[in-house]
């Protein structure tokens, strides 16, 4: 990075790595600890299946947060019900201070499906302008955008190819651009690294940490334990219940394993018991 | 609401047809394709019906008798077949009504016109005593297995038989003639004239456009759901309605091009005669756009996929084919039926179209059946927001 200042100055610069835009908060900022997303006993229900059981969290400003766990530990259903996907049976969220499930907070939201949630008979830039259209980008903006993105995503070439003409890790791509067009403060990735090759995922994980040291906060879910890693902090779910939370390396001390996959299979041993 | 957001559906979603070639050729040319086959196929009337003629009238020999209309005699079998219309029936004269009446019955002929032997005698009697019993007949043996031949045929013997009583007017009393011989019919719209092509036209426009926007919306909603674009919406500030609205003005121009794609080959190729006005036709088009298009969403939730979506295309079809309206009139639908006709959406665009396009109504005319399509349209639109807001 280039732009340079002292810890706790803003400056609104465009960084050369990841194209982020905007104020750029530097090192030992107080960012870090402001609560950014606050989770209380969110519980749902699908009939008498409890996929998520009263999760209660508090995800800070700048982190990249890795949700873990196992299929169906309700990692999903949690995303899904901060981005306003569902509705809680019961519990509270709020992002940014303001409630979920308000038209007011998904603007300030980036959201990326575990799917690749695209259209598929649309060119590359046709997906961007539409997804700038719905969040109000304006036209300069979104050229600006659009220029910064396909660059960062290696897909500048593409721009008037179709996507169903795509390979999957340029979809991939074009999706997270997608999700990021709006430049939101908080960006949900519902697996975003599945089914992408381990050269890809280390740029995405890169980009991520770009994210991060400009302040997005990144919410990220994952099974595999080596991405867990190289998260801020984690949150362990299983069978819908938050069994712990904490920076991956405390959580390896305090289990006394090596892996953060030990850890796990400790704390959810002990649960059982 | 912001006009942009809802805009950048509209945009994206006609892109789209731009590139997808095949579905922008089923827009374009199913409804075109409908009106050709239709047209060419139901258009002409029916030609060259085979038909036996047998004369058996004996006739009036002139006699110079004072206030005879007929001096020179009158031979009135002679002059209605004279009048017959050559191009629509096939005759073949013939003396023998038994054998002409077996070759109906084998099959090998469509109909037998017999005239009596008394038949110019009794017509003349019949004028100078109206309530006598020997009235004047002519005897049609009909194959009536095919309604649309048989109602031809019946329709070429009045027609002529009109024709006969036209030359006589000026010797006869035209009240008389009346009551003993012709029906004359009177037509309020198209002058009898009136093809099924054009009865057809606005039939087709409104039909093609009621298809293609179901399809379509219901394939792209099921492809919204499954490829997780749909969820991206719905975490997006985008609200419900700016969704449905965006598709809706995307599904109204297309209606608006299918319209004028039919239209212009409806025109072109079969000279279709229409005299009402225009814009009220389109606006008629694109109520029944807004109103499938909703239709569209509602299914869309019943399809996990593109297979079962297609599983819905029966389910439309048959009954906009059967019961709307499209080919045959309501009345002639068994009665316990009809009521099924009016719950139809599609009943009421097809009608208020061929109110609009052959009749020339204004709104004054046709305002039940555009309250009826607002009122759907209203309805599906507003049941497809609650469906995507209760899909949370």
Redesign the interface.
């Given at each position: 990075m280039t732009v340079s200042g002292n810890p706790g100055e803003t400056v609104t610069s465009t960084c050369p790595t990841c194209g982020f835009h905007g104020i750029i908060r530097f090192e030992g900022a107080p960012q870090k600890t402001r609560p950014i997303i606050r989770i209380e006993q969110l519980t749902k229900t699908f009939g008498r299946f409890t996929a998520v059981d009263h999760v209660t969290l508090t995800i800070y400003g700048g982190e990249i947060f890795g949700l873990l766990g196992p299929n169906g530990s309700g990692k999903t259903t949690t995303i899904?019900m901060l981005?306003?996907?569902?509705?809680p049976t019961s519990g509270s969220a709020s992002i940014l201070g303001t409630p979920i499930h308000t038209?007011a907070v998904?603007?300030q939201?980036g959201?990326m499906?575990?799917?690749?949630?695209?259209?598929?008979?649309?060119?590359v830039h046709?997906n961007l302008?539409?997804?700038?259209?719905?969040?109000?980008l304006t036209k300069e903006r979104f050229i600006e955008q659009e220029e910064r993105l396909l660059q960062f995503v290696n897909l500048e070439r593409w721009r008037d190819a179709?996507v169903s003409t795509l390979s999957g890790g340029m979809r991939h791509r074009l999706s997270l651009a997608?999700a990021l067009l709006h430049e939101p403060q908080v960006v949900f990735l519902d697996e975003p690294t599945v089914g992408v090759d381990p050269e890809l995922r280390v740029r995405f994980w890169e980009f991520f940490n770009s994210l991060s040291q400009h302040g997005v906060t990144v919410v990220i879910t994952t099974h595999y334990m080596d991405e867990a890693d190289r998260c801020t902090r984690v949150g362990l779910l299983r069978q819908g219940v938050l069994i712990a939370e904490g920076n991956p390396q405390d959580l390896k001390n305090k289990m006394g394993t090596s892996s953060l996959e030990e850890a796990y299979l400790r704390l959810a041993g002990r649960q059982t018991i | 609401m912001t006009v942009r957001r809802t805009l950048a559906f509209t945009k994206r979603s006609l892109l789209q047809f731009r590139h997808d070639r095949r579905t922008f050729a089923f827009i374009i040319v199913m409804p075109l394709l409908m009106i050709l086959i239709f047209g060419y196929t139901f258009g002409g009337d029916v030609k060259g019906i085979k038909v036996a003629l047998i004369n058996q009238d004996e006739g009036i020999q002139p006699i110079a008798v004072p206030g005879n209309p007929f001096p020179q005699g009158l031979f009135l079998a002679q002059n209605i077949t004279a009048s017959l219309d050559t191009t629509t029936l096939s005759l073949q004269a013939s003396t023998d009504p038994v054998s002409a009446r077996k070759q109906v019955d084998d099959g090998t002929l469509w109909a037998a016109i017999i005239f009596p032997e008394n038949f110019s005698e009794n017509f003349l009697s019949g004028l100078s005593h109206p309530e006598s019993v020997a009235r004047p007949h002519i005897e049609v043996y009909l194959d009536g297995s095919n309604p649309t031949i048989a109602g031809t045929v019946l329709r070429t013997v009045s027609q002529a038989i009109q024709e006969t009583m036209k030359t006589f007017a000026s010797k006869l009393n035209l009240s008389q003639t009346n009551a003993s011989l012709a029906v004359d019919p009177v037509y309020a719209y198209g002058g009898g004239n009136t093809r099924f092509i054009d009865y057809f036209a606005p039939g087709v426009i409104s039909f093609a456009i009621m298809m293609v926007t179901t399809m379509i919306t219901i394939i792209l909603f099921v492809n919204e759901r499954r490829t997780g674009t749909l969820q991206r919406l719905l975490a997006s500030p985008a609200k419900e309605h700016e969704i449905v609205i965006g598709y809706s003005l995307a599904f109204a121009t297309i209606g608006l091009l299918q319209s004028v794609v039919v239209l212009t080959a409806a025109l072109l190729i079969f000279n279709v005669s229409i005299v009402g006005n225009i814009f009220l036709a389109l606006l008629v088009v694109m109520l029944i756009a807004l109103g499938h298009q909703g239709l569209g969403i509602l299914l869309s939730a019943g399809a996990r996929n593109e297979l079962q979506a297609i599983q819905f295309v029966p389910l439309i079809l048959f009954p906009s084919i059967l019961l709307a309206g499209l080919f045959w009139p309501i009345e002639s639908i068994p009665s316990y039926l009809q009521p099924l006709c009016y719950v139809i959406p599609l009943r009421y665009g097809i009608d208020a179209e061929r109110s609009i396009m052959l009749r020339g109504w204004g709104l004054g005319q046709v305002w039940i059946d555009i309250v009826v399509l607002i009122a759907f349209a209203m309805l599906t639109i507003g049941g497809s927001v609650l469906l995507l807001k209760r899909k949370k």
């Amino acid at each position: 990075m280039t732009v340079s200042g002292n810890p706790g100055e803003t400056v609104t610069s465009t960084c050369p790595t990841c194209g982020f835009h905007g104020i750029i908060r530097f090192e030992g900022a107080p960012q870090k600890t402001r609560p950014i997303i606050r989770i209380e006993q969110l519980t749902k229900t699908f009939g008498r299946f409890t996929a998520v059981d009263h999760v209660t969290l508090t995800i800070y400003g700048g982190e990249i947060f890795g949700l873990l766990g196992p299929n169906g530990s309700g990692k999903t259903t949690t995303i899904k019900m901060l981005c306003g996907l569902q509705r809680p049976t019961s519990g509270s969220a709020s992002i940014l201070g303001t409630p979920i499930h308000t038209k007011a907070v998904m603007q300030q939201i980036g959201y990326m499906p575990q799917e690749i949630a695209l259209y598929f008979d649309n060119t590359v830039h046709e997906n961007l302008a539409f997804f700038a259209g719905i969040y109000g980008l304006t036209k300069e903006r979104f050229i600006e955008q659009e220029e910064r993105l396909l660059q960062f995503v290696n897909l500048e070439r593409w721009r008037d190819a179709l996507v169903s003409t795509l390979s999957g890790g340029m979809r991939h791509r074009l999706s997270l651009a997608c999700a990021l067009l709006h430049e939101p403060q908080v960006v949900f990735l519902d697996e975003p690294t599945v089914g992408v090759d381990p050269e890809l995922r280390v740029r995405f994980w890169e980009f991520f940490n770009s994210l991060s040291q400009h302040g997005v906060t990144v919410v990220i879910t994952t099974h595999y334990m080596d991405e867990a890693d190289r998260c801020t902090r984690v949150g362990l779910l299983r069978q819908g219940v938050l069994i712990a939370e904490g920076n991956p390396q405390d959580l390896k001390n305090k289990m006394g394993t090596s892996s953060l996959e030990e850890a796990y299979l400790r704390l959810a041993g002990r649960q059982t018991i | 609401m912001t006009v942009r957001r809802t805009l950048a559906f509209t945009k994206r979603s006609l892109l789209q047809f731009r590139h997808d070639r095949r579905t922008f050729a089923f827009i374009i040319v199913m409804p075109l394709l409908m009106i050709l086959i239709f047209g060419y196929t139901f258009g002409g009337d029916v030609k060259g019906i085979k038909v036996a003629l047998i004369n058996q009238d004996e006739g009036i020999q002139p006699i110079a008798v004072p206030g005879n209309p007929f001096p020179q005699g009158l031979f009135l079998a002679q002059n209605i077949t004279a009048s017959l219309d050559t191009t629509t029936l096939s005759l073949q004269a013939s003396t023998d009504p038994v054998s002409a009446r077996k070759q109906v019955d084998d099959g090998t002929l469509w109909a037998a016109i017999i005239f009596p032997e008394n038949f110019s005698e009794n017509f003349l009697s019949g004028l100078s005593h109206p309530e006598s019993v020997a009235r004047p007949h002519i005897e049609v043996y009909l194959d009536g297995s095919n309604p649309t031949i048989a109602g031809t045929v019946l329709r070429t013997v009045s027609q002529a038989i009109q024709e006969t009583m036209k030359t006589f007017a000026s010797k006869l009393n035209l009240s008389q003639t009346n009551a003993s011989l012709a029906v004359d019919p009177v037509y309020a719209y198209g002058g009898g004239n009136t093809r099924f092509i054009d009865y057809f036209a606005p039939g087709v426009i409104s039909f093609a456009i009621m298809m293609v926007t179901t399809m379509i919306t219901i394939i792209l909603f099921v492809n919204e759901r499954r490829t997780g674009t749909l969820q991206r919406l719905l975490a997006s500030p985008a609200k419900e309605h700016e969704i449905v609205i965006g598709y809706s003005l995307a599904f109204a121009t297309i209606g608006l091009l299918q319209s004028v794609v039919v239209l212009t080959a409806a025109l072109l190729i079969f000279n279709v005669s229409i005299v009402g006005n225009i814009f009220l036709a389109l606006l008629v088009v694109m109520l029944i756009a807004l109103g499938h298009q909703g239709l569209g969403i509602l299914l869309s939730a019943g399809a996990r996929n593109e297979l079962q979506a297609i599983q819905f295309v029966p389910l439309i079809l048959f009954p906009s084919i059967l019961l709307a309206g499209l080919f045959w009139p309501i009345e002639s639908i068994p009665s316990y039926l009809q009521p099924l006709c009016y719950v139809i959406p599609l009943r009421y665009g097809i009608d208020a179209e061929r109110s609009i396009m052959l009749r020339g109504w204004g709104l004054g005319q046709v305002w039940i059946d555009i309250v009826v399509l607002i009122a759907f349209a209203m309805l599906t639109i507003g049941g497809s927001v609650l469906l995507l807001k209760r899909k949370k």
